[in-house]
């Protein structure tokens, strides 16, 4: 009996079993996509449904038109990629029809069976998917479609060529999100036997195999290799990164890769009411790892964005350094906050990538011209680097970039042109360019030329806001979604100085008449939680000396139901009363996009209770760890936060402390926490009005 009991409490779930990649991929509730990947791999091999959403896949749909592989997670418009287009058929038909009961997926893994009867097991490695599909016995008409001409956004070229009795090889090149330039990738299908015959239909091929026999069911497997290189490059993907035929040793060596990312963040302790954040915790880290792709080949080459022609070797920058692409940075910059925090050799590389970029000059705010996979866009882009930077993980080539990087700041000239600003100031006073950080520092504080002092909320009551020309608007345009401001209104851009709160709260009188306007903000439900312009938010109230509504409102837009008023591009017909977050396919709050990552990675961080809300500064402000224990296993040490009776309704600090010392700021550095320690709390139902609300105890900011 002890030895069942002690075999028994030895078996431990794997942390992906807690992710489930149906999550957000039904209609407009994340735009996400359940198919097979690994961390930042360029290959994203899923399933393309007639009902396609931005990544090809609607959960609620049951035709499909075949598996493709490339996409970006919950991007705008129509998406990029579904590149290199698989169909299994028994006869050459457009679509079929899943068997919903039949279709599975985990990290690394997609599995499913059409209605005729065929199955399909797709996995992935970085540059190559590898599928293999299952045709009943007896079956005739065996085939298998490839169609390299298919593209979210809009194909403009493809080309295939025979080059082997079992490869098909040659190119795609689409358009990038919502039709802003293009990408370039070449394939190579190479199968386990020969087929008998191709037929071409279009700009697709069908490829033509023995029938099966009448008493065991015909297995015909393919691996697909791409390549931002050349062909070559494809072909010899197949061979170097997915040796051999074994599909179950590919799929898990896709399992381990995850299983060793995912486990860098090890959580206990936890309750039943806790069992569905956890999952919803691990699969957001999930798709925190998604993006930017690897377009490196195996052996070393790239080409770099903006440059078609070029073709250059890793070995050039450092042996081990891999070159990313495929950005979404309006969104998702804060995400590599948590990236540098958790993979700090991966965040050099991407640093040293976006760095590679800005060397050549400025560089688009979207994704135009070349580039070596899916884009989007790239504001923002230089709080990434900054990061890096600060956190010491590259330590040059920034001057060489330094021009791009200043002449790349885009945005609105109220409230985003001022961060990047300030960014672009703490870059030149790391690089000793004085007389530049005092230009920029006055750029950097330019927004209060925006203030309207005198401007009016949409109810009439007098608080100040950022308008267009800095002089009052109409109280009735206050509270619209683009009538002043990108995919938001007056009160979304209210709070957005990250990098000077307390210059804001100078501007409205106090840092309490701040808060107060902050306070009527979220009581008043006018915040959005399903764009990213205001999710640092509820992380704010820090710098304003009322912590504790911090630890109430960065909880509830992560655990409790709420009130959403307005969507990108206006408001709700009727508000939506649900949770931001949950375990579902329709998962996310209705057109919520995740963004590449945006909208998981900060779920991820406000559970950890480490917010970066000026990105690019190394600090994180403090907030409401979700669960009683977290251990994050970084390079040199383990961070372990402990909060102690932390529960759904425990959501309040009481007391604090760091290494066994009390804490009275509300935030630590990345310095402090790099090389792991002890930050320990003890947690309530009752909020704890004085931690943190002296002055001295705010995050930094330009104005003190």
Not at 29 to 38: D, E, I, N, S, T
Not at 454 to 463: A, I, K, P
Not at 480 to 489: C, I, L, P, R, T
Not at 515 to 522: G, M, Q, S, V
Request: glycine share 8%.
């Amino acid at each position: 009996m002890l030895i069942v009991i002690f075999f028994a409490a030895s078996l431990q779930a794997r942390v992906i079993d807690y992710v489930d990649v149906f999550v957000g991929t039904e209609g407009d509730h994340g735009q996400l996509y359940p198919g097979a990947a690994v961390p930042f791999g360029l290959v994203k091999l899923s399933p393309d449904t007639s009902e396609a959403g931005h990544a090809g896949y609607d959960y609620s749909c049951k035709k499909v038109k075949g598996f493709s592989h490339t996409r970006l997670g919950g991007v705008g418009c129509s998406g990029a990629g579904g590149s290199v287009r698989i169909k299994p058929s028994l006869g050459k038909k457009a679509i079929h029809t899943i068997d919903k009961s039949t279709e599975k997926a985990a990290p690394g893994f997609y599995s499913m069976a059409f209605e005729n009867g065929i199955k399909a097991d797709l996995t992935v490695s970085y540059r190559v998917g590898f599928h293999r599909y299952t045709f009943p016995a007896s079956k005739q008409d065996i085939c298998i479609q490839i169609d390299p001409s298919q593209s979210y956004a809009g194909n403009i070229e493809s080309r295939w060529d025979k080059i082997a009795p079992d490869t098909i090889a040659g190119f795609s090149k689409g358009k990038n999100v919502c039709g802003h330039g293009f990408y370039k990738l070449y394939f190579a299908v190479k199968f386990d036997q020969s087929f008998e015959k191709i037929e071409r239909s279009g700009e697709s091929l069908w490829c033509i195999f023995a029938p099966a026999s009448k008493n065991k069911d015909a297995v015909i497997k393919a691996k697909v290799g791409i390549s931002p290189v050349s062909i070559d490059k494809a072909v010899m993907e197949c061979s170097s990164e997915l040796p051999g035929w074994n599909f179950e040793a590919a799929r898990e060596n896709a399992e381990q890769i995850w299983e060793e990312k995912l486990s860098k963040i090890e959580i206990s302790d936890v309750s039943g009411e806790l069992e569905e954040f956890r999952d919803l915790f691990y699969t957001c880290l999930y798709r925190s790892y998604l993006l930017p792709h690897n377009v490196t080949s195996s052996d070393g080459f790239y080409r770099p964005a903006g440059k078609e022609e070029t073709l250059r070797n890793k070995v050039n920058q450092d042996v081990s350094f891999e070159y990313y692409s495929g950005w979404s940075s309006w969104d998702d910059y804060r995400k590599y906050s948590l990236i540098s925090l958790l993979e700090p050799d991966i965040a050099r590389d991407i640093a040293l990538s976006a760095l590679e970029m800005f060397t050549g000059g400025g560089i688009p705010a979207w994704a135009d011209g070349y580039w070596p996979s899916p884009s989007v866009r790239n504001e923002f882009m230089n709080t990434i680097i900054l990061d890096a930077f600060q956190k010491e993980l590259v330590e040059d080539k920034l001057k060489k970039a330094y021009a791009g990087i200043v002449s790349s700041i885009d945005g609105n000239e109220q409230v985003e042109k001022p961060y990047q600003y300030y960014i672009a100031m703490r870059i030149a006073e790391i690089l000793g360019e004085k007389d530049d950080a005092e230009m920029f520092r006055d750029k950097a504080l330019s927004y209060k030329k925006y203030w309207a002092e005198s401007q009016v909320d949409g109810e009439g009551n007098l608080r100040g806001f950022f308008t267009p020309e800095g002089r009052s608007v109409p109280k009735e345009s206050v509270n619209k979604v683009d009538a002043h401001f990108y995919e938001g209104s007056l009160w979304h851009y209210r709070f957005f100085i990250p990098h000077d709160i307390q210059g804001l709260a100078s501007l409205r009188g106090s840092r309490e008449e701040l808060a107060d306007d902050l306070e009527y903000y979220f009581n008043t439900w006018q915040h959005m939680a399903l764009n990213e312009p205001p999710l640092a938010y509820p992380f704010l109230f820090n710098y304003l000396g009322r912590p504790y509504q911090t630890q109430y409102w960065s909880r509830l837009y992560i655990t409790d139901t709420v009130m959403s008023r307005y969507h990108n591009h206006g408001k709700f017909g009727r508000p939506v009363i649900r949770k931001v977050y949950e375990k579902k396919p329709a998962g996310w709050l209705k057109t919520m996009d995740d963004d590449t990552g945006a909208m998981s990675s900060h779920f991820v961080l406000s559970a950890l209770g480490l917010y970066p809300v000026c990105m690019g500064e190394p600090y994180y402000v403090i907030g409401s760890p979700l669960f009683p224990k977290m251990i994050l296993h970084l390079k040199n040490g383990d961070l372990i936060i402990k909060a102690e009776n932390a529960s759904l309704s425990n959501k309040y600090i009481q007391s604090i402390s760091w290494n066994g010392k009390k804490l009275s700021k509300t935030w630590l550095s990345y310095q402090q926490i790099k090389d792991g320690g002890n930050l320990d709390m003890l947690m309530s139902d009752i909020p704890n009005m004085e931690w943190g609300s002296d002055n001295s105890a705010a995050p930094p900011s330009l104005s003190e």
